[in-house]
């Protein structure tokens, strides 16, 4: 079958386009698919499937023609994934499939808007971040606190002191499952200078990865809360690159490059 692949800030992706919504993929073989050795290599799968079609979305059918299947790299299902939407969206403008401008792309967590921009930037609408308290997590014997947030999957992003380069990410971080019974993303953070964050990221269902989206938003909400402010613009470099938050009353915002870069065919 037919496979493109791509990223955003260096937080890649497998696409796999099945407009019918005909493909098995149980956990087994997306995570074969993704295996950078034996497989394709990826940190997720984007499986894209007409929303009409799927069961799981019909709901948003009159909002958004396509849905956005998204599977982590150890084949385990998630809610949301902010690059991946703006990767996804370059691919369907690029496929034909969508025109370039503003459209809607269905979702686990709802319908997520997403424009495209003549720089090459892919700009979504994340929704409202909900903060749901606090929590810790802790990296190499070190405990570090930090604010639960939903982006719509569950984060845990932790403003710390110490430089996040140094931080050992080989290693499932712990947390706490009473607070995150399906697991948690987990963002550690350097608030540095006005309005930037420097970002790395444990992700469920993938371990590090160089970039996160929705981790990312997490991150400028908890930036946001360390300076006592709701709304503004966030730069979070990641290792991957830079993403531009911006928080205001009603909703969130993120944007950065996006790009596709590969196609073949792939023997499943
Ligand atoms: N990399 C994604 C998040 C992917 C899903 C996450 N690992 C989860 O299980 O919730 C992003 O850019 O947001």
């Known amino acids: 079958m037919r496979f493109l692949k791509g990223h955003g800030t260096d937080n890649d992706f497998v696409i796999l386009p099945d407009p019918d919504n005909e493909l098995d993929l149980p956990p087994a073989r997306v995570a074969a698919v993704c295996d950078r050795r034996a497989g394709i290599g990826a940190d997720g799968v984007l499986h894209v499937v007409r929303t009409k079609l799927s069961q799981e979305v019909v709901d948003q059918a009159d909002r958004a023609e396509w849905f956005m299947d998204y599977r982590n790299a150890d084949g385990s299902i998630a809610e949301m994934c902010g690059n991946g939407v703006r990767v996804f969206a370059r691919y369907l403008v690029e496929a034909g499939l969508a025109e370039p401008g503003e459209f809607a792309v269905a979702t686990r967590g709802g319908p997520k808007l997403v424009r495209l921009a003549a720089d090459g ?7 409202k971040p909900v903060v749901l308290g606090s929590s810790t997590t802790t990296v190499s014997g070190q405990e570090y606190t930090g604010l639960h947030v939903d982006m719509g999957n569950p984060h845990l992003a932790c403003v710390i002191g110490d430089p996040v380069a140094h931080l050992d990410l080989t290693h499932q971080p712990a947390f706490d499952p009473a607070v995150f019974p399906n697991g948690v993303n987990i963002e550690l953070l350097n608030a540095v200078g006005t ?9 469920r269902g993938s371990g590090e990865t160089r970039s996160c989206g929705t981790g990312a938003v997490a991150t400028a909400v908890a930036a946001a809360h360390l300076a006592g402010e709701d709304t ?8 991957g690159g830079i993403l531009t938050v911006t928080l205001d009353e009603r909703t969130s915002y993120l944007a950065g490059p996006a790009a596709i870069i590969a196609s073949g065919e792939l023997t499943l």
């Open 121 to 127: 930037d892919v700009t979504v609408d994340m929704g």
């Open 195 to 203: 309005h930037r964050a420097l970002m790395r990221v444990y992700e």
């Open 232 to 239: 503004g613009t966030w730069t979070v470099e990641v290792p």
